[in-house]
């Protein structure tokens, strides 16, 4: 089993050693990680996977209390090729699958922003 | 504006009364603003004591403690004391200077990185890499350490910034800091929890102390007929007095409140992190209890026990909640609520124990007797700390201050330093063990020249008399390194920075000797040679359950 984190968080020095520090202390091993900018101006994701769902699930109220994390989420998919998080007009959408169906959806939808993650979960 | 101006002038806006901290190479355009601070500085000897010292201030005033040190060892310095109030949940602004931004990452001299090892001990931290970020910065330190549940919060800041221009009307613009999300959803589910509950009890911890709520949780004590239990870091919210308050749970806790805490049902617990100190062995804590656990910090919810009912809020909203829904409700009479007044007198006992070498609960049974009613007591950690837990009498007016989740020793004297200049119309006693104080003894100085006299009452056995006892009922007696023999002269000692001391050999001399203290004008030791062979028990062992106890002479039955 994977679960699969992904925060917002502000685009600032420090803030991945703060992150990371929480899974540190928590004894979690995290599996992968991608970091980087994002569909929001002066905000970074990031998007990192780890073994056991159940610590997943206690770190993310430690998470959500930094100061400059914005928000945290766990996304429901596991062991997927590649993710992607779309904005257009409409709002948000998540997307999980194959890389093949990923970049057919954003080729497809053709959203005003979006980030990707390939092999990352 | 420059700077260091800035810093001082925000400090000044923030309502700062007082600073405490030494200066340094980094740090001299900050301190050339304060010579005309409109706040005060005190200088202590040890950064250490500048952060108790402003945890200690913070925790009487509620306001957040301001400390200040170098770069380098200055900041590294300063590291316990803000891990300290991190512990403790108490609000600070801790600022160290940092070397220039262009030498930062070069290992200039006195180069740390502060900002990295603050990171972990702090509710947040700042390093400012531009002046103007100065204000930003600063209204948003204060915002967070006071807001939600408090902790310190760190800012480095690089000597360049500091004589380096802002414009003024960018200290002008607010930088609100958001309130935690208040979660009161499942009040019903608690309301019905206790109303149909047959054993309730009330445990409350820090949380409780921090939201002044004391007078609530009586009257919802009263009203659910449940008995009052206390974290250490909750005592003295709820007076020892009262019929329904049976004292400090725990490792070293009355066996009263142990008891009640093990036996029922339903365990409303405020503000309280359930640590290993209070629940022994975690695997076996409550397992046929059901907890409604309130905390002003979602993050706690679940982190060590898992509750059945969750209530964020702080402690007074959320047990003003809960009296508003069962005001109206009838509460039956059970058998449990009938006990608690034999509970509690069985959990009674004479400790006023005669003879030499002094007996520690004498001490603390005399402390209890002859302080003033409103007198504000810290600790130091070990024994002494213990013996104040377990025997110490509060009556709802006095206030207690100890180091509860790191254990810092030498946290008391300085802490009671920062209590005295928070109100200085009250008595401040630091009850202390000889291995603690030594560790902060160069306080003395500090509260001699700044005038802020505060009274050190030692329990002196020559021991590091915790490990002691621990190498005694663990290590077959295995002594070592835990002796400190007669050194130093503590009278000599504190007379030599001009203190005031007496020492104290009889149990009959106790009374006097704190009746004088508490009178002084300058700082005042008193120090009491108590019995190095006297263990503070009853003692739940690390990791074991209530039946593995160890009793000593406490005869509790029930």
Redesign the interface.
Known sequence: MVAVISMLVEDE??VM??VM?EFT?KRINVETIVVGKCERDDKARIVLSVTDPAKAQ?VI??L????EVVEVEIVDEMRHEAYALMINGHGEARITGTIQEIEAIIEKTKPEKYIRTISAL | MKGAKVVVELLERQGVEVAFGIPGGVLLPLYDELVDAKFRHILTRHEQCAAHMADGYARVSRKPGVCIATSGPGATNLVTGVATAYMDSSPLVAITGQVATGMLGADAFQEADS??IM??ITK?NF?VTEAKQLPKVIK?AFG?ATTGRFGPVHIDIPSDVFVTDVPEKELDRDYPTPGPRRNLSQLLDAVKLLESSERPTILIGGGAQWSSAGPEIIKLAEILMAPVVTTLMGKGVVPDTHPLVLGVVGMHGRQGANYVLHNCDVLLAIGTRFSDRVTGKVSDFAKSTKIIHVDI???E???NVKGHVALIGDAWTATNALISGLQSRAIKQTEWRARIKAIKEACTCDFDLPGEPIKPQKVIKDLSRYLPEDAIITTEVGQNQMWCSHFLEMNGKRQFITSGGLGTMGFGFPAAIGAKVARPDKVVVDVAGDGSLQMVSHEFATSIQEDIPVVVCLLNNGWLGMVKQWQKLFYEKRYKATTLGKVPDFVKLAQAYGADALRVEKASEVKDAIKRAVKSEVSFLIDIATDPEEDILPMIPPGKKTSDTIYGRCKFKC
Do not use: L, T, V
């Open positions: 020095p420090g050693q703060r520090g202390r206690a109220e430690h959500k209390s930094m100061q | 900002f990295g990171m972990p947040h390093r948003r967070i910090d979602a993050s919810i679940g982190k």
